[in-house]
């Protein structure tokens, strides 16, 4: 029997990318499907797992006897000194929370080609971590971290038309799947995500 999984986010792309991850073994929901309001959480600059914890345990003590799933990302690009980290649109505090994506994009590629221009490179290695702590009536069950290595590219940014999918996948370069996460098919990324969906299961 399939259980329900409350997702700590108002992001219906999170929504759907999960309810089809989770296939068959959970229903997803978001806040607003249950009829609460998306709550406050104050995250931090630098700890991606802290900030999955903090939403996890936030919604639970809520919503009591639901399985509420927690999740942040963090990118850490070693020619940036290891950031942005978890503030991946605040650039690790370099800009306002409000920042719209043409503005984060023209600060992003601003900042990118100058360090490819120095180092004399097309790409820049990176890596794009998912943090999740799984709760249900205000504790925290298990917690997991799963990376993906990428690339940074740009020809792709300045060619996209939309950035739906938030304008990061249109740098993130997959050399496994010879393409962008921008053009991530649903089987690429449960094949990515395996081990995610492994891990929910064993403790729902």
Same mark, same amino acid.
């Given at each position: 029997?399939?259980?329900?999984?409350?997702?700590?986010?108002?992001?219906?792309?999170?929504?759907?990318?999960?309810?089809?991850?989770?296939?068959?073994?959970?229903?997803?929901?978001? &806040?607003?499907? +249950?009829?609460?309001? @998306?709550?406050?959480?104050?995250?931090?600059?630098?700890?991606? /797992? !802290?900030?999955?914890? *903090?939403?996890?345990?936030?919604?639970?003590?809520?919503?009591?006897?639901?399985?509420?799933?927690?999740?942040?990302?963090?990118?850490?690009?070693?020619?940036?000194?290891?950031?942005?980290?978890?503030?991946?649109?605040?650039?690790?505090?370099?800009? &306002?929370?409000? +920042?719209?994506?043409? @503005?984060?994009?023209?600060?992003?590629?601003?900042?990118?080609? /100058? !360090?490819?221009?120095? *180092?004399?490179?097309?790409?820049?290695?990176?890596?794009?971590?998912?943090?999740?702590?799984?709760?249900?009536?205000?504790?925290?069950?298990?917690?997991?971290?799963?990376?993906?290595?990428?690339?940074?590219?740009?020809?792709?940014?300045?060619?996209?038309?939309?950035?739906?999918?938030?304008?990061?996948?249109?740098?993130?370069?997959?050399?496994?799947?010879?393409?962008?996460?921008?053009?991530?098919?649903?089987?690429?990324?449960?094949?990515?995500?395996?081990?995610?969906?492994?891990?929910?299961?064993?403790?729902?």
């Amino acid at each position: 029997m399939q259980k329900n999984i409350l997702l700590a986010t108002s992001n219906l792309t999170k929504r759907t990318q999960y309810t089809t991850l989770f296939r068959g073994i959970s229903t997803v929901y978001v &806040p607003a499907d +249950v009829g609460f309001v @998306s709550m406050h959480v104050e995250e931090t600059l630098d700890d991606a /797992a !802290e900030n999955a914890r *903090r939403k996890s345990l936030r919604y639970s003590e809520v919503v009591g006897d639901i399985a509420v799933l927690g999740e942040d990302t963090a990118l850490d690009v070693p020619a940036f000194n290891h950031a942005p980290g978890p503030a991946i649109r605040r650039w690790g505090g370099a800009l &306002p929370e409000t +920042v719209s994506d043409e @503005s984060w994009l023209e600060f992003f590629v601003d900042v990118v080609s /100058a !360090e490819m221009h120095t *180092r004399g490179v097309a790409s820049l290695p990176c890596t794009k971590s998912m943090y999740y702590c799984l709760s249900r009536n205000g504790c925290c069950i298990d917690e997991y971290m799963f990376s993906i290595p990428f690339e940074i590219r740009l020809p792709n940014v300045h060619s996209a038309q939309s950035y739906n999918r938030a304008p990061l996948s249109h740098a993130l370069f997959s050399t496994s799947l010879n393409k962008f996460e921008s053009d991530f098919t649903a089987d690429d990324t449960d094949s990515l995500l395996h081990a995610v969906r492994l891990w929910l299961e064993k403790h729902l």
